[in-house]
């Protein structure tokens, strides 16, 4: 069994290799070139199933351990996404250090590119928060261990749209699960977050007739979802977790549900596409859980990119990359089922399953 850790478990002061071993991680690259200032991290969790997929990410942190804690903790829940959606690969995750809008260029991510082809298929990157396809495609002039390619380079393109399809199927199945129907028409949907994701999300809630309020921390973003749906609120930054809603999506950055914001929730669900949404998943799981809210597990929900990826390096075949996201909506319900079975947090159940198949592989199969 893959033992769970928390982030609070995690001391700025311990060594490296005490990080890895709380996590249980095979393997992490420190990756840094002067010359155009790339500062990155590449963590793989687990290769039982097959090698690791996981998006690489860019965000401006405020400390190296800050990124590599993001690092260790992405990482480890791409093991169980793709465990929970019966994919043959393991986890794996990088992080690039810098402002997503100001910090890149070619010569970035192509030496990113080298560093991932030195792992020699260990370990496949993919878009991630502040990536996009055009960032992946230099990244691919350095390396073949790639996916989310656009499609004039033999990719499916930007896999965002498929995650917000099973964030949606998840929300819908959690709405079944606390209300009794899945309809989301006139529910009130608080959209933390309205990237790539989180607005194609919007999309899909907007044309079912949910109420939808959404927040970020970009002003175009919000200017362009109004704009193309003028029935949306804008609520301000400091007032997401204290809003009336039935369901809550964090579709940004993770911890969201943590102490300060669990008491102030309004919600009956939370659903949404962001990693990690809970701060300490054994404290913040069992909070939600007493508190009578639904908690659709994130690394589950948000699989539909992952998904897509996997397509793409098998053999991409987008209506099939489709329904095994759709899919998503009856694993969640199992999901459900296990956890009123056996009163344990949803996070939970959701972690026993995907342990339970890694474990049963590990017998059969050697580590990639």
Known sequence: MIEVKQVSDIKAESSVLEQLSQFDHEQVLFCQDKTTGLKAIIAVHNTVLGPSLGGTRMWAY?????????????????????SLAGLNLGGGKAVI????????SEALFRRFGKFVNSLAGKYI???????????????????????????????????????????????????????????????????????HVGA?????????GAKVMISDIYEDSLKA???????????????????????????????????????????????????????????????????????APDFLVNA?????????????????????TEAIYDTTSRIFAKSASDNIPTYLAANQLAEARIAAMKHVQSTY
């Open 97 to 104: 250090i810098g402002d997503a809008r100001q910090d890149k």
């Open 304 to 324: 539909g990119g992952i998904i897509n990826c996997y397509w793409e390096v098998i053999g991409y075949n987008r209506d099939a990359a489709m329904s095994q």
């Open 125 to 195: 990157t993919a878009e991630d928060v502040g990536i996009t396809t055009k960032d992946i495609e230099y990244v691919a002039q350095e390396t073949e261990h790639v996916a989310g390619l656009p499609e004039y380079m033999g990719g499916s393109g930007d896999p965002s749209p498929v995650t917000a399809y099973g964030v949606y199927m998840g929300m819908k199945a959690a709405a079944k699960q606390q209300f009794g129907s899945d309809n989301l028409n006139a529910r009130k949907v608080m959209v933390q977050g309205v990237g």
């Open 62 to 82: 405020k400390s190296e351990s800050e990124a590599l804690t993001d690092v260790l903790r992405l990482s480890r829940g791409m093991t169980y996404k793709s």
């Open 225 to 295: 979802i109004t704009k193309k749906h003028g029935g949306v609120e804008v609520v301000s930054l400091d007032q997401v977790y204290d809003v009336d809603m039935d369901i809550y999506s964090p579709c940004a950055l993770g911890a969201t549900v943590n102490d300060d914001t669990i008491s102030r929730l309004k919600c009956s669900v939370i659903a949404g596409a962001a990693n990690n949404q809970l701060a300490n998943e054994v404290i913040h799981g069992k909070m939600v859980m007493d508190k009578g809210i639904v908690y």
């Open 200 to 208: 194609t999300l919007v999309d899909h809630l907007v044309k079912e």
